[in-house]
């Protein structure tokens, strides 16, 4: 069995070799940057207030960088760097539960890491961390655009610690990759949408009359005020008059006030020609689920459809007491 200095040592090498494919990136407030291909750089979008910023790598050398494209949903930006001869990551082969990580970012200070884990298989399927991964590492300042990286050096997700407060996220490489692409051929991501506005509706379950357990438990349960879960500050904003995703609609079959019945959304506008209104989505209507899995969250929805520009789903609406399936092409801004 590999010893403590074994694999302290090892893990110092790593460190070292991840660090030599991050840079520093200025262009507002300082973060990292990925190398992820010839000249090429990933970082968060949010803090780059302009297209033009300077790159350091780590040689210590200033370079010139050109933002290519920014996509706003996954908070990732593309920088070219001119003259920038670093090694890019490659992805990872597939990191497994319970493999130690690590985080990789290069503030101005100079190369950090932080320890961490995959903690679980994928990403998370609903909710406002839909899409995510945990990085299991402690967030630094600076981290932001930095490498999630495993133990053979493959990159397995682009970093940031600024969508849910004191956690470190990261977007999945294959995820981050194909938004590279994407940014490097048009310098835009497309943003799919429906053209409808939706609000949640809870049919309660007829076999149950009398509030749940749950609910009466201390006089309190999760759900009962719309009390947000622990990601309030995840990516989609849960707000406190949005039930957070251990309490709200779309997890499942409870309801409000601890009920159990059905969730759905009931659209309250569609716009004239919109994809929503081409495929016969109507004022009233209840949607209950997109392409099998439910609905019951507005901006989950909206969360959901964002990245499918162009693909053709299915809506199961509720319409007069009769359901029925409808096609829908999502159209793109």
């Known amino acids: 069995m590999t010893n403590f200095s074994e694999l302290a040592a090892s ?3 790593a460190a070292q070799a991840a660090g030599n494919r991050v840079v520093t990136v200025m262009g507002g407030g300082p973060v990292s940057g990925t190398v992820i291909g010839e000249e090429q ?25 050109t933002v290519l494209g920014r ?13 920038l001869k670093v090694t890019p990551f490659q992805p990872s082969e597939g990191a497994r539960l319970g493999e130690l990580l690590l985080a990789v970012g290069r503030p101005p200070s100079g ?17 406002p961390l839909r899409g995510w991964l945990h990085a299991g590492a402690a967030p630094f300042r600076g981290v932001s655009g930095g490498a999630l990286v495993d133990a053979r ?23 981050a990759l194909r938004t590279a692409e994407v940014l490097a051929a048009s310098g835009r991501m497309p943003q799919g949408y429906l053209g409808l506005a939706t609000q949640p509706v809870h049919f309660p379950d007829p076999q149950q009359a009398e509030p749940s357990a ?31 995703p251990r309490g709200g609609p779309g997890r499942g079959s409870w309801g409000p006030w601890g009920r159990k019945g059905r969730l759905g959304l009931t659209v309250v506008q569609v716009e004239e020609g919109s994809p929503a209104a081409q495929a016969g989505i ?17 901006r989950a929805l909206l969360e959901r459809v964002r990245e499918r520009a162009g693909d053709t789903l299915t809506l199961r609406v509720l319409r007069g007491g009769q359901e029925t399936d409808l096609t829908v092409t999502v159209g793109e801004r």
């Open 282 to 298: 109507l004022v009233g209507d209840v949607l209950l689920a997109l392409d099998g899995e439910p609905l019951g969250d507005p």
């Open 111 to 127: 190369l950090q890491v932080s320890l961490g884990l995959m903690e679980r298989e994928g990403t998370p399927e609903r909710g």
């Open 41 to 65: 750089v990933l970082t968060v979008a949010h803090v780059l207030h302009s297209d033009e910023v300077s790159v350091w790598a780590a040689d210590g050398q200033e370079r010139p960088g």
């Open 214 to 244: 749950l609910h009466q438990r201390n006089g309190a349960w999760e759900g009962r005020r719309g009390r947000p879960g622990p990601h309030r500050a995840g990516p989609q904003g849960w707000g406190p008059d949005r039930w957070g």
């Open 11 to 13: 893990i110092a090498d």
């Open 71 to 83: 996509d706003l949903g996954a908070d990732l930006a593309l920088v070219r760097v001119e003259g």
């Open 153 to 175: 050096g493959g990159l397995v997700g682009v970093l940031n610690a600024g969508l849910w407060r004191g956690n470190l996220l990261a977007v999945p490489v294959a995820r």
